[in-house]
């Protein structure tokens, strides 16, 4: 990946490639460098950019940040909070989901995360009116109310879950990702107990790739197999704390039903 700066030449196995000779022009083309080799040129599309740039912090990968995108229904005009904004991956995502008339919170409570975040955003998304940054613990608290959606990128989102309720509209999504068993399921509990959320769903993704060459039709030898579980749930009225959520409103049956649903049918 490189960066076009003017009067800048790039050297590329052993080539020279003069960035004026780019810039300015179509995407999508061959360039040729001075030892005549050939390069297909074309800007890198923010999962390529997310993969490429220095991380600090591990980042969400692609296929989760778009399955993250649709399950916590993050949509134009939106303010999300997201913690912690570790290499800014999922920064990124969000501030491209929510566009100008949105709005992203994201805190982080380590610096020097917060500096390389800072720089890769910039580089691939520009400055943005649309993001607030804070060097804050969201274990502490949730200084911001009204809020859309909550994404939680942090070890132990169980003790974000108590600030969720006031921070966190009436209807909103709240979506946590972690990578182990434990912590998917201290983190289900801990909304189901709170008697403020409900709907409360988690899943992973797996994504194979396929080659496909002549004959050589077949799934891809390697996979990206495990990252992390995301789960999610609703904002809803606050109910008896430990208490049965019904349904959110008659002939209006949640997903945490299904199996009750499936399991009632002749
Ligand atoms: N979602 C990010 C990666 C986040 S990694 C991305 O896609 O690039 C988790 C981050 O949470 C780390 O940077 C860590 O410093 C931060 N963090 C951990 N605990 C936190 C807390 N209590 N409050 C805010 N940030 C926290």
Redesign the pocket.
Request: aromatic share 12%; no cysteine.
């Given at each position: 990946m490189i960066v076009l700066r003017a009067g800048t030449v790039s050297d590329l196995r052993g080539g020279k490639l003069p960035h004026d000779d780019l810039i300015g022009t179509l995407e999508g083309r061959p360039v040729g460098t001075t030892r005549g080799e050939t390069f297909l040129m074309v800007r890198a599309t923010l999962a390529e950019f997310v993969l490429a740039m220095p991380r600090?912090?591990?980042?969400?990968y692609p296929k989760d940040l778009s399955a993250i995108l649709l399950a916590a229904d993050i949509y134009p005009g939106a303010t999300v909070l997201?913690?912690?904004?570790?290499?800014?991956?999922?920064t990124m995502t969000l501030l491209r989901a929510v566009g100008p008339e949105g709005r992203v919170f994201s805190?982080?409570?380590?610096e020097d995360?917060s500096r390389l975040?800072a720089q890769n955003i910039g580089r691939y998304l520009g400055s943005s009116d649309q993001l607030v940054t804070r060097a804050?613990?969201?274990?502490e608290s949730i200084p911001d109310g009204g809020l859309d959606r909550i994404i939680l990128?942090?070890?132990e989102p169980w003790r974000v879950v108590h600030h969720a309720v006031t921070a966190l509209r009436q209807g909103g999504v709240l979506a946590s990702y972690v990578p182990t068993v434990p912590q998917a399921v201290r983190m289900v509990e801990s909304l189901r107990q709170s008697g403020a959320f409900a709907m409360v769903e988690t899943f992973e993704t797996l994504v194979r790739p396929w080659n496909i060459e002549g004959a050589s039709v077949r799934p891809a030898h390697r996979m990206v197999a495990h990252t992390a579980f995301i789960t999610t749930a609703r904002r809803v009225e606050q109910r008896t704390a430990g208490g049965e959520q019904g349904t959110a409103s008659a002939g209006l049956k949640g997903p945490d039903h299904r199996d009750q649903q499936d399991a009632d049918e002749p």
């Open positions: 600090g912090a591990q980042i969400i997201e913690a912690g904004t570790g290499s800014g991956a999922l805190y982080e409570v380590r995360f975040a804050h613990d969201i274990y990128d942090v070890p």
